[in-house]
C-alpha cells in the first residue's frame, strides 16, 4: 500500500492561480484540495485539516487574514503552516516567523518549492514535537530542517544523528539555540557542519535538560546559514584543494612568521610538524573543514607549504602495538597494584625535560602511535614552563595513559605531589646541549618516587648518535639499575614504540612493586 500524499489546501480566488498550483504540486508528489471562499476553507481546514494551506489574502467572504487567525487559535488547526500570496508584502498579525511564509506575484516557482517543503518541514513535527522523544531518517527530513523545527519551537534537550556507517554525534539544544556539537573527537562548528553534510542516517531528539557551556558562538539561524553556505563553497572549490591523502612540508621558518596573522594559520603550521597528512592535520584542527582547506591552499600558493604525494616515512608502528589482552593486562595490574587510583579509565605518565623544546620532540616522535592525541593548545602556547596534558594514548578497553610535562624547578617540588593523581610512570629527557641540569631531573625523581614507587624510563634527545661511552655516563649519572636502558629519541626506528612497550611491560610484571628502586 502506497503511502498517503500530504494534502495541500488552496484557498486561492484567481482560477490561474488555481491551476498554476494544482499542476505544480501534483508534478512534485502532493494532493491538492481547493477552496475559493474563506467559510468553504474553514470548513474544509477544520474538517480535514491539510499539510499546508497556501492563501490568497484577497480570499472573498473571510479574508485570508481572518482566516489565518480563526484556523491559528483552533486547537485541531493551530499547527498548520500558512504560505500566504499577494501582490504586495504586507503585515500580519499573528505571523510565526519560520512556521508561516510570505510570497508576493509574480513566483519564482523554485523558490516556492523550497519555501512549501520547509513550511511542511515544520508543520510535519510540529504535531509530534510535544514533550516527546522524536526519530526519523535523514532521507526524508534534512538535519537542516529538524534544527529550524526545533529553534523555533524553543526546544531544550539533545539531538542524536547516527550515519549507517555507526558513526554518531550529538547536538546539545537549549530554548532552542545550538549550544554545542560533538562529533568523535571534534565539536563546536566543526562537528555541527560535518553533521549537517550527512544525507544517509537516523536521529533522535531526546527532551532533557542541557546543562552544558555554549561553545557555539553565533545564533542558531546564523549557524545553519553559515554551515551551508560553507558546504556549498566546499563542493565548489574541492577540486582545488590539496588530496586528502598528499603530505604537507613547510618550506620557511615558521618562528620567524610575522605576528597578527589569522589564529588558523598559526594552528595549521603547528600541526603539520605532528601530521603532515592532509586528511589527518584538517581532522585534528579545530577550525571547520572549509575554512581548514582554504587556509590550506592559500599557505601553498604562497610557497609556505609544499604538497607532496608520499613522505619517506609514514607509519612505523602497527595498529596493534599494544594488543587488547596487554591493554586488558595493563588496567587490571594498575587497578590491583594502586588502591588510591581516582579513576581506572586514566594513568598518568611525567614528562621531566631539561627544555621545554625536547618535550614537544617528544611528543613530535609519538605522532605515528595509533590513537596518540596532542594537546595543540598547550604545546604551541608561549606562556613560558610547560605544565600539563601535552598527549594521551588510548588503549583498548578505555584505559588513557595521558603523558603530563613537570617542569624540572626547585618552585615546583612542592606541587608534584598535588599533580601526582593516578601517576603510573616518569619519563625523564635530556640531551647533550642540556645535560648540566641533570641535577634537576635527579631532585624530580627524588620527589616524585616519594610520593609512589613507579616505573622511569630515561630519554636521550639529542640528533647525535648515542655512544657506549655516553651510555656509561648516562647509567652513572642517573644511578640506573641494569635492566633499565637509555633510550636514544633519534636513531632507530620504533625507538618510542620500544620505551612504551618497557613502560607496560614494567606495569604488568608481577614482582615490579617489590622491585628496588634506585637510590636517590
Request: hydrophobic share 40%; with cysteine.
Amino acid at each position: 500500500m502506497k503511502d498517503k500524499k500530504e494534502n495541500i489546501l488552496l484557498a486561492l480566488v484567481e482560477k490561474e492561480d488555481i491551476e498554476s498550483f494544482s499542476g505544480f504540486l501534483k508534478e512534485r508528489g502532493f494532493a491538492t484540495s481547493v477552496a475559493t471562499d474563506g467559510a468553504r476553507a474553514m470548513d474544509m481546514a477544520i474538517d480535514d485539516p491539510p499539510a499546508l494551506v497556501i492563501i490568497d489574502l484577497k480570499l472573498p467572504v473571510i479574508d485570508g487574514e481572518r482566516l489565518f487567525q480563526i484556523l491559528k487559535n483552533n486547537p485541531n488547526t493551530s499547527r498548520i503552516p500558512f504560505l500566504f500570496i499577494s501582490d504586495a508584502h504586507q503585515e500580519i498579525r499573528g505571523f510565526r516567523t519560520g512556521t508561516d511564509m510570505f510570497l508576493t506575484r509574480p513566483f519564482q516557482w523554485e523558490e516556492l518549492h523550497e519555501s512549501i517543503r520547509q513550511a511542511l518541514a515544520f508543520g510535519r513535527e510540529k504535531a509530534a514535537i510535544g514533550d516527546k522523544d522524536i526519530q526519523g531518517n535523514l532521507s526524508q527530513m534534512s538535519l537542516v530542517d529538524l534544527l529550524q523545527v526545533l529553534h523555533f519551537n524553543k526546544k531544550e534537550g539533545e539531538l542524536v544523528v547516527t550515519s549507517f556507517e555507526g558513526e554518531s554525534g550529538i547536538i546539545y539544544i537549549k530554548d532552542g539555540q545550538l549550544y554545542n556539537a560533538i562529533l568523535g573527537e571534534i565539536e563546536k562548528e566543526k562537528a555541527l557542519f560535518r553533521l549537517i553534510t550527512w544525507k544517509d542516517g537516523a536521529f533522535e531528539f531526546r527532551p532533557k535538560p542541557v546543562n552544558i557551556p555554549k561553545r557555539l558562538g553565533s545564533t542558531t539561524g546564523n549557524l545553519i546559514m553559515e554551515g551551508v553556505r560553507q558546504i556549498d563553497e566546499f563542493e565548489k572549490a574541492k577540486r582545488l584543494f590539496p588530496d586528502k591523502d598528499s603530505f604537507l612540508k613547510t618550506r620557511v621558518n615558521t618562528t620567524t612568521l610575522p605576528k597578527g596573522l589569522k589564529p588558523i594559520i598559526y594552528e595549521i603550521l603547528f600541526l603539520v610538524e605532528y601530521y603532515p597528512r592532509v586528511r589527518d592535520l584538517v581532522d585534528h584542527c579545530s577550525f571547520p573543514d572549509y575554512e581548514v582547506y582554504t587556509t590550506l591552499m592559500s599557505l601553498i600558493n604562497r610557497r609556505i607549504l609544499v604538497e607532496v604525494k608520499k613522505l619517506k616515512e609514514e607509519k612505523e608502528f602497527s595498529e596493534e602495538f599494544v594488543s587488547p589482552t596487554l591493554a586488558i593486562r595493563i588496567k587490571e595490574k594498575v587497578i590491583n597494584r594502586w588502591a588510591d587510583m581516582l579513576s581506572v579509565n586514566s594513568g598518568k605518565v611525567f614528562l621531566v625535560a631539561t627544555s621545554d623544546e625536547l618535550i614537544k620532540e617528544f611528543i613530535l616522535a609519538c605522532k605515528n602511535l595509533p590513537d596518540f592525541h596532542i594537546n595543540k593548545a598547550l604545546l604551541s602556547s608561549d606562556d613560558g614552563l610547560l605544565l600539563g596534558d601535552v598527549g594521551e594514548l588510548r588503549l583498548y578497553g578505555g584505559m588513557d595513559i595521558v603523558l603530563f610535562s613537570i617542569p624540572p624547578v626547585r618552585d615546583m617540588m612542592p606541587m608534584i605531589r598535588a599533580f601526582s593523581n593516578n601517576l603510573v610512570g616518569v619519563i625523564l629527557l635530556w640531551d647533550e646541549r642540556t645535560e648540566g641540569s641533570a641535577a634537576h631531573l635527579l631532585e624530580s625523581r627524588k620527589e616524585i618516587l616519594s610520593t609512589r614507587t613507579v616505573p622511569v624510563l630515561y630519554v636521550y634527545g639529542d640528533m647525535k648518535p648515542l655512544k657506549s661511552s655516553a651510555i656509561l655516563k648516562y647509567r652513572s649519572l642517573f644511578n640506573m639499575r641494569e635492566d633499565e636502558t637509555v633510550f636514544p629519541l633519534y636513531g632507530k626506528k620504533g625507538t618510542v614504540h620500544r620505551l612504551f612497550r618497557s613502560l607496560f611491560d614494567n606495569l604488568t610484571r608481577e614482582d615490579y612493586i617489590q622491585g628496588a628502586m634506585p637510590a636517590t
